[in-house]
């Protein structure tokens, strides 16, 4: 047998569960869509990525610089429109083992990690791979969170594109000038006054010797750092042909 009041109590249980399911779906409907549109977000660079083997992509900076106003300058040129010495420079200036390695290059990152505190702090150890990641889906900075994304893309490029093309795509993505030079291209013909093609093995030297910072360093007017660096790489290159021998094969 069931009391009035017990009658009553359920009746008023049941109308507040009814009332509170409609809510319920209402809040989860918005969580729905916010983990949809991340899952999207976080899967677009590796749809994308397949396309760039016949597509000519723009990095991250430079659509913010179109988006905002800001000066971008970028004629994208195959990589037998670039003098030989420009990629050997820029592999033995940033990264030696790019041939070696399947976009994420172990022993460099090992070494920089001893000689750091924590990723955060630690320099060096990012391949050319990585930073073509970095530059066409991520953003700048160093944080666990950025390279957390940055380690599969790096290893996905690697994979669905040849080496030949990473490092096409990278050299005309690279920022070489202080006021929104893209591409090497545009940083040959402001530092020169010629195009990639004619960039002599000394020239190129010093393009490479820029990468890490654009800004301050400058194969237009170079220092004496940035002239030191510019021998350096020049010897090592004539040192170290088989650094960009992967080039050739995947012609």
Known sequence: MVL???RSGK???????????????WLAWPLRVVLFAILIVLALPYLLTPLYAVVDPTSTVMLWRNITGARVERQF???????PALPLAVLIAEDGRFCEHYGIDFKELRAAMADADDLGDARGGS???QQVAKNLFLWGGRSFVRKA???PLALWIDLVLSKRRVLEIYLNIAEWGPNGEFGVEAGSRRAFG?????????QAALLAAM????????????????RR??????????????????????R
């Open 4 to 6: 009035p009041d017990q």
């Open 11 to 25: 009746r008023l249980t049941v109308a507040y569960d009814i009332l509170r399911l409609p809510r319920l779906a």
């Open 77 to 83: 040129v195959k990589l037998e429109r670039i003098s």
């Open 127 to 129: 391949t050319i791979t």
């Open 149 to 151: 994304l940055e380690f």
């Open 194 to 202: 010629r195009p990639a093609r004619d960039l002599t093995a000394y």
């Open 211 to 226: 990468l890490p910072n654009p800004v301050t360093r400058d194969a237009k007017a170079p220092g004496p750092g940035l």
């Open 229 to 250: 660096l510019a021998g350096l790489y020049t010897t090592r290159a004539a040192r170290l042909p088989e650094a960009a021998a992967c080039l050739r094969q995947n």
